[in-house]
């Protein structure tokens, strides 16, 4: 074996390096997601504003120049998103699912229809930090070419942990989200709460949009999502309602995504359609490992309409 | 009672009549379908008509025809493989008059474009990538398509001169035979230059998953690969992974050097615009429509990219030799004897199977040097 080629090696070396490419727009819908269901609301919404995100985002950063720009713009696209979900949902005798439906499937056809001019050309991307400037393998280096947002996400799931169990924000959020009766006794306004909570997570959900058209893959097309919003509010559920857990599962998810490629490119080549359905046959056993019948998951917030 | 009946049964006459005079004053106003000496084609692509790919290939195709005079192009873009592209032709058919259509998606022949010949049996469906026979497909059903692997195997030659670590990469979508004849024929290309290339090849289930695309692209190039081609629908995410990584690439389906200034070598791409007015033409004029068309870089219905700066002279010479060979139809690419990946032999020693043999159009075998497996 010459040494262009790291060989087997290369499969862990690979999935990690999927981890970390693949895994930001996870972490940060499912972030997103994690904040407005500890307020007791599902926004399933957030495929459609990961797509929004990622054309808003593609389009800015092509007309300004500056991708972070663009950022911003994707997730105030998303901070739009979460407002009109939370506005609808405030009404008497709304249900959250089925407008999130709604708001998923209006996302994703404004974002086709706006985006079409966006197809073809470039936007600068987002610059990434070398982290393996120490290894002289080309390999190692080019894995550990980490993109800012990823780093962002990273800090963000340990700060929102503590947010949310030591401030006095992250309390009300989480008596909303657990009694909307105790909250409104004690003076809490419940609805607003929801709000800022459901706009907070689309702005991270559009911030993840941005990071598929902007840095990885980097470039706008329709079928750029391909369902990864939807994964990551399932990731939610599969993560206890922990950023922290978020943090890992998105890693899981991405690395788990990335073994198909990787055990090809070695040439492990029979079965790779079973190698492609990884992540879900991860998540079907995980799930399957840790539920009990007897207790309602842990973490669950109480308001939440599929826990109640 | 009775009053009342006979009132709605006037309001009811007045309202037909009405109905009827707005229908027929209708009739005569421009929004009307088509005047009936106006051809109506109808397109159908899978993807959107502007993915720097298969789609647009297609519809450039579609706006050379939109140029011609006496005919009317409607286009109908990202309709699945499904029942959907049979709703579509039919709307296409029945609303606005449609009597050529061209559903440009492999997935769409068998059995949208089957059973909805058979329903519109004075209609011509052509179908881009399908296989007509004689006896089982009806007659009003043609396919067309190319020997892009001609192309490829260009791309081959240049790209086997250009690697330094003689591994290349190739991105594929699924493993149907026009997919494993383009494999084949990169390879083989390559393979002429320095027998010891080898191609690994990555599946990734699907015509258009971005961010497979481009997991499968940087897995390559973790292993070493330095220069990849692709079949996917669109292949920008693949084209520009590769530039960012510093290596070369050879296109597909349309020209990206524009994506890709450094590392685009060449490419395989489609000439659809001769294609579709050469059908319409003979629509035109009269003439059924041919059930089988195919061709290669003679028969202009293929092309290959303009060179990058990166292709060195030995290259260009080697790639515009064969070229010359193909355009003259004296160049087989696929004669025995010939191993599979596997190692049994697939072409006996002495068989040739020129371009327009059928029998490559039911490939099932990876040859020689792919590192790669089709299940």
Known sequence: MDETSPGWWGVPLAVLAGAIRVSTPFLFVSLGECLTEKSGRINLGLEGTLVMGAMSGYAVAYGTGSPWLGVLVAGLAGTGFGILHAAVCSLERVNDIAVGIALMLLGTGLAFFLGKPYIQPQAPQLPSIDFGWWSTSQQVRSALQVNALFLIGAVLAPLLVWGLRNTRWGMVLRIVGESAEAARAMGYPVNRVRLFATAAGGFLAGVGGSFLSLHYPGSWNERLSSGQGITAVALVIFARWDPVLCFWASLLFGGAGALGPALQAVGVTQGYYLFNAAPYVLTLAIMIATSSARHRLAGAPAELSVTR | ?375
Not at chain 2, 88 to 116: C, Q, R, W
Not at chain 2, 254 to 270: C, M, R, S
Not at chain 2, 297 to 321: C, Q
């Open chain 2, 1 to 375: 009672m009775v009053d009342r009946l006979r009132l709605s049964r006037r309001s009811v006459l007045k309202t037909v009549t009405a109905a009827g005079g707005l229908s027929a004053l209708g009739a005569g106003l421009p929004w009307t379908p088509a005047l009936a000496k106006d051809l109506v084609i109808g397109f159908v692509y899978v993807g959107p008509r502007d993915d720097f790919g298969y789609n647009q290939a297609h519809a450039e195709g579609a706006a050379a025809v939109k140029l011609m005079p006496g005919v009317k192009v409607l286009e109908e873009e990202k309709v699945p493989e499904t029942v959907d592209v049979e709703k579509t032709m039919e709307s296409m058919i029945n609303l606005d008059g449609a009597s050529l259509l061209f559903p440009t998606s492999f997935g769409y022949f068998d059995p949208h474009v089957l059973k909805e010949a058979k329903k519109h049996k004075g209609l011509a469906f052509l179908h881009c990538g399908g296989l007509w026979t004689k006896g089982k497909h009806p007659d009003n059903v043609g396919s067309y398509f190319g020997y892009i692997d001609e192309a490829q195997y260009l791309s081959g030659i240049v790209a086997g001169y250009a690697s330094k670590t003689k591994k290349l990469g190739f991105v594929a979508a699924k493993p149907i035979p026009q997919v494993l004849r383009n494999i084949n024929s990169f390879t083989l290309g390559a393979r002429s230059v320095d027998p010891s290339i080898t191609t690994a090849v990555i599946f990734t289930g699907d015509w258009s998953m971005p961010v497979k695309e481009a997991e499968a692209t940087n897995s390559l190039i973790a292993q070493g690969v330095d220069v990849v081609t692709c079949h996917v629908d669109s292949p920008k995410v693949i084209v520009e992974t590769a530039e960012k990584r510093g290596i070369y690439v050879t296109g597909y389906h349309a020209n990206q050097a524009k994506l890709a200034p450094n590392g685009y070598l060449t490419g395989a791409e489609w000439n659809w615009a001769k294609v579709y007015t050469d059908y319409v033409k003979m629509v035109q004029g009269g003439i059924k429509p041919p059930n089988l068309v195919r061709g290669g870089l003679k028969e202009g219905i293929v092309k290959t990219s303009p060179y990058g700066a990166a292709v060195s002279d030995k290259a260009r010479n080697h790639a515009d030799d064969v070229k010359g060979q193909f355009m003259a139809g004296s160049f087989v690419v696929y004669k025995g004897p010939l191993k599979d990946n596997k190692g049994n032999i697939v072409i006996a020693a002495g068989t040739e199977h020129g371009q327009t043999d059928i029998a490559l159009e039911s490939m099932n075998w990876l040859v020689e040097g792919v590192v790669g497996s089709i299940a």
